[in-house]
Nanobody, 124 residues
Framework: QVQLVESGGGLVQAGGSLRLSCAAS????????MGWFRQAPGKEREFVAA????????AYPDSVKGRFTISRDIAKNTVYLQMNSLKPEDTAVYYC?????????????????WGQGTQVTVSS
């Protein structure tokens, strides 16, 4: 069982930066992918970033590539999402999630454990 707690959301102006953190309790095995998703009102949950826990390989969709960076601190059992050059369309609730199998890391269906979410609002 893995529990995830996000922090670091808030209100920022367009062009600004935020860093989200996700503290995990419980064992994160080497096969795990850790991911970030976001969901805006009236929209489906969207893949934002993923990282393979053991080796640190990362993946991003085109919408955030070059602006967002996912990283992890194994000693602290924590995943981060550094978000730069934020745009109003990045406004959403951001969720941290854990994928034990390593499959479908780009889809919410691949993740078994979810945090409660943290609000990110980007003003124009």
């Amino acid at each position: 069982q893995v529990q995830l707690v996000e922090s670091g959301g808030g209100l920022v102006q367009a062009g600004g930066s935020l860093r989200l953190s996700c503290a995990a309790s419980g064992r994160i095995f080497s096969s795990y992918f850790m991911g970030w998703f976001r969901q805006a009102p009236g929209k489906e949950r969207e893949f934002v970033a993923a990282i393979k826990w053991s080796v640190g390989n990362t993946a991003y969709p085109d919408s955030v590539k070059g602006r967002f960076t996912i990283s992890r601190d194994i000693a602290k059992n924590t995943v981060y999402l550094q978000m730069n050059s934020l745009k109003p369309e990045d406004t959403a609730v951001y969720y941290c999630a854990a994928n034990p199998s390593g499959y479908n890391y780009y889809s919410s269906r691949g993740y078994d454990y979810w945090g409660q979410g943290t609000q990110v609002t980007v003003s124009s």
